[in-house]
């Protein structure tokens, strides 16, 4: 005599970790060049940071030699690290760190 078992069906969940897209960062470097008044003006220009804000990033350039100044995609980052150069000041893309 033959018997036939049955297998339940049985779901399997299949789970991707998906994490989410690190934003990127622009980083503006110290340079012997520029006055710290020229690099507050540009942050104040170019980001719309308040006199204050754009005062303490730039001292943060001074200072510790550099200062994230923007995060997101990575294209906008590129776009603000374009008009960095343009304005004179090195300026550089990164990957955040989370």
């Known amino acids: 005599m033959t018997q036939t078992i049955e297998r339940p069906e049985v779901e399997q969940e299949t789970r991707t970790a998906l994490r989410p897209d690190l934003p990127w960062q622009t980083i503006v470097w110290d340079d012997p060049v520029n006055l710290m008044t020229y690099v507050s003006y540009v ?10 804000e754009a ?9 510790e ?3 994230v100044v923007a995060s997101g995609p990575r294209e906008s980052m590129e776009a603000h690290v374009e008009a960095m150069h343009g304005y004179g000041l090195q300026a550089t893309v990164q990957r955040s760190s989370g």
């Open 55 to 63: 005062e303490r990033r730039m001292l943060l350039v001074h200072h």
């Open 43 to 52: 942050f104040r220009t170019h980001f719309g940071f308040t006199p204050d």
């Open 65 to 67: 030699g550099r200062a």
